[in-house]
């Protein structure tokens, strides 16, 4: 059974940071594609950023230079580094190996001003 087990969500206030963390399955992870995505109140699912089994990255334009994705393959986790934190990225955030059907139960960001 797959699992993916997101944290570190919480409450910050806009110009603060939070780091995210999803522990996966050893069987999905050593061979995915991560990606981290959100999903605002009333808006679509959408990706954030997501990182291959090499390290490759790619980022939203809305996030770049102020998120990092990394990956540690001995701990079968990713990582979400989200700095400078705006009012906008208030969102539930999931973890996702690209092309699977299996999503987190989502950890909440909330970003105050």
């Known amino acids: 059974q797959v699992q993916l087990v997101e944290s570190g969500g919480g409450l910050v206030q806009a110009g603060g940071s939070l780091r995210l963390s999803c522990a996966a399955s050893?069987?999905?992870?050593?061979?995915?594609?991560m990606g981290w995505y959100r999903q605002a109140p009333g808006k679509q699912r959408e990706l954030v950023a997501a990182?291959?089994?090499?390290?490759?990255?790619n980022y939203a334009n809305s996030v770049s230079g102020r998120f990092t994705i990394s990956r540690d393959n001995a701990k079968n986790t990713v990582y979400l580094q989200m700095n400078s934190l705006k009012l906008e990225d208030t969102a539930v955030y999931y973890c996702?190996?690209?092309?699977?059907?299996?999503w987190g139960q989502g950890t909440q960001v909330t970003v105050s001003s």
């Open positions: 050893v069987r999905i992870f050593s061979t995915s594609v």
């Open positions: 996702h190996p690209s092309g699977s059907v299996y």
């Open positions: 990182i291959s089994t090499g390290g490759l990255t």
